[in-house]
């Protein structure tokens, strides 16, 4: 069974910085893709960020461009894959519950900012930012 384990998440003030990270277990063939989405209250969840596990550019939502970046790492064996958030230069309106999320075995789709592409999600890791 996938799972999907975030960490990294707390509270920051505006202009600060965290590093998100999301482990994934459970896959017998890596994914084609991981993405981070987020959800504030009241809010509808919305895309953050996108990568392609084995290269190609990643796919990022308008609001977090040039302050976000997303990345992955991946064990010589393929079993273990990390993808990571970098947050930097954080605001307010970053608050909000971030989750991981991945697509079911052998799925692929470039479209790495779509929620519907994907089918498992992490439990979620809160990031608060201050002003």
């Given at each position: 069974q996938v799972q999907l384990t975030e960490s990294g998440g707390g509270s920051v003030e505006a202009g600060g910085s965290l590093i998100l990270s999301c482990r994934t277990s459970g896959y017998t063939y890596k994914p084609f893709y991981m993405g981070w989405f987020r959800q504030a209250p009241g809010k509808e969840r919305e895309a953050v960020a996108g990568i392609r596990i084995s290269g190609g550019g990643p796919g990022y939502a308008d609001s977090v461009k040039g302050r976000f970046t997303i990345s992955r790492d991946i064990s010589p064996d393929n079993a273990n894959i990390h993808v990571y958030l970098h947050m930097n230069d954080l605001k307010p309106d970053d608050t909000a519950m971030y989750y991981c999320a991945a697509p079911r075995s052998g799925r692929d789709s470039y479209a790495v900012l779509r929620g519907s592409m994907?089918?498992?999600?992490?439990?979620?890791?809160?990031?608060?930012?201050?002003?």
């Open positions: 994907y089918d498992y999600w992490g439990q979620g890791t809160q990031v608060t930012v201050s002003s």
